[in-house]
C-alpha cells in the first residue's frame, strides 16, 4: 500500500485512514484502488471484526482530486462498505463533501466533527452526486431531507447531520476518531461475529422487502446460526454463567442456499 492510504490492523480493529492532508485526502483512482483492496481484505479476514474509516485530519475527504484530471475518480468503491461482512463505522474527523460525505454514507454507522463542512454538491458543477448516494442518503434522512441535499447542492454542519439522522454521533473533532474506535472495540470484543454480519445484511437489504420476507429470513438466520460455533458457545456460556468466547468464522460459516430454488428467500452473497 502507499501512502496514500493507510491500513492498521489492531486487536481485531482495522483503522484505514485517509492519508493526503495536504489535499484534504482528495480521492485519487490510486487512493479509490487502494480502499478497495483493504475493504476487500476486511470483509475476508475472520481475524477483523470491525472496521473504521478515517481521514488524516483536519479534513476527512474534501471529494474528488481533479487538480490533474489523471483518471475518473468515482465514489463506487467495491466492494461497498455496506458490502462488507463487518460492521464499518466513518469516523468523519473533518470536512466531507462529495465523494467524501458518499462513502461515508456507505458506512453503518457515522460519527461527525461538529463544526466541519458536509455536503454532496455535485450538482453544482455540472453533474450528479454518485457513489450509491441516490440510495444511501434517503434511507437515512428521508427523502424529503434528501431532495433538500442532493437538489441543492447545499452544505450543512455536524449538528444538522445529527438532527437529520444522518450522524450517529455529533462531536468536537478530536473526539470523532476516539468515540469510533470505542464503539469498534465493544462490537469486536462483545457481540458474536456471525449474527453481527448477517444482521448487517440484513438491514442494509430489508427495505425492498415484504415484512413476511424479513420475518422468515429472520427465522432462517437464527436457525443457521444456532447450528454455527459462536451458537453452541453462546449455549455454553449461559449454561456455565460466564462470558462468551467467540471464534466462529464468518467466510466459512456464511450462509449459502439457491435462491433460484427457493425464490422466497433471496441470497445473501
Known amino acids: 500500500m502507499s501512502s496514500e ?5 489492531s486487536a481485531g480493529i482495522a483503522v484505514l485512514t485517509l492519508n493526503r492532508p495536504a489535499q ?37 475527504c474534501a ?16 466492494p461497498a462498505p455496506w458490502r462488507v461482512r463487518k460492521p464499518v463505522i466513518a469516523a468523519v474527523n473533518g470536512h466531507a463533501v462529495g465523494i467524501g460525505l458518499a462513502l461515508a454514507l456507505q458506512c453503518d454507522l457515522r460519527y461527525m466533527a ?9 450538482v453544482r458543477r455540472g453533474v450528479l452526486a454518485d457513489g450509491y448516494a441516490h440510495w444511501t ?16 447542492g447545499r452544505t450543512f454542519d455536524g449538528d444538522e447531520a445529527k438532527a437529520m439522522g444522518l450522524a450517529n454521533g455529533c462531536l468536537p473533532a478530536g473526539e470523532v476518531l476516539p468515540t469510533a474506535l470505542a464503539i469498534a472495540h465493544d462490537i469486536a470484543n462483545g457481540a458474536a461475529p456471525l449474527p453481527v454480519a448477517l444482521s448487517k445484511r440484513l438491514l442494509w437489504e430489508s427495505l425492498g422487502m415484504s415484512p413476511a420476507m424479513v420475518g ?19 449455549m455454553a ?20 442456499w439457491d435462491s433460484n430454488v427457493d425464490e422466497q428467500r433471496p441470497s445473501l452473497d
Request: hydrophobic share 45%.
Open 237 to 256: 456460556a449461559f449454561r456455565d454463567r460466564r462470558q462468551p468466547n467467540w471464534t466462529g468464522s464468518i467466510s466459512e460459516e456464511w450462509p449459502t
Open 24 to 60: 484534504q485526502n482528495a480521492v485519487t483512482p490510486a487512493m479509490a484502488a487502494e480502499l478497495s483492496a483493504a475493504l476487500q481484505r476486511c470483509d475476508v479476514e475472520d481475524a477483523i471484526r470491525a472496521v473504521v474509516i478515517t481521514g488524516t485530519g483536519p479534513a476527512f
Open 137 to 152: 442518503l434517503p434511507r437515512l434522512v428521508g427523502m424529503a431531507n434528501a431532495a433538500d441535499i442532493m437538489l441543492t
Open 63 to 78: 471529494g474528488a482530486d481533479l487538480s490533474n484530471r489523471v483518471g475518473d475518480v468515482s465514489a463506487t468503491i467495491e
Open 216 to 234: 422468515q429470513l429472520e427465522t432462517d438466520l437464527n436457525e443457521h446460526v444456532g447450528k454455527s460455533i459462536d451458537g453452541g458457545e453462546a
Open 5 to 9: 492510504l493507510l491500513v492498521d490492523v
Open 114 to 122: 461538529q463544526d466541519a463542512v458536509y455536503g454532496l454538491n455535485q
